[in-house]
Nanobody, 124 residues
């Protein structure tokens, strides 16, 4: 199983970006996929998760209302739409997958597979 994260870049505060997480070797339709992020000097933190079979989603409070996680079964890809970006959203964003996840967990240790990360930089 491989996860390829993409879509990061530099944007001004208030702007938008859409991250993509493309999977190979496993069908996302039965998995739980999450996004985590890690800012310089900080621990990795949960951002959002989705359980594809049920559509259940979970968001960290600091992104709720600004970020949206969704999936495209045909493309075997999960997206993270990020709007109203703030400087504190600057981080490397990682997608992660739990092949048998039944709910959209915030616990990074429940995710078995990880993508390589994509850098998001928000300037004020």
């Amino acid at each position: 199983v491989q996860l390829q994260a993409s879509g990061g870049g530099s944007v001004q505060s208030g702007g938008s970006l859409r991250l993509s997480c493309a999977a190979s070797g496993l069908t996302l339709s039965s998995a739980t996929i999450a996004w985590f992020r890690q800012a310089p000097g900080k621990e990795r933190e949960f951002v959002a998760a989705i359980t594809r079979s049920s559509g259940d989603t979970n968001y960290a409070d600091y992104v709720k209302g600004r970020f949206t996680i969704s999936g495209d079964n045909a493309k075997n890809t999960v997206y993270l739409q990020m709007n109203s970006l703030k400087s504190e959203d600057t981080a490397v964003y990682y997608c992660a997958l739990n092949p048998s996840g039944r709910y959209a967990s915030r616990d990074q240790y429940r995710y078995r597979y990880w993508g390589q990360g994509t850098l998001v930089t928000v300037s004020s």
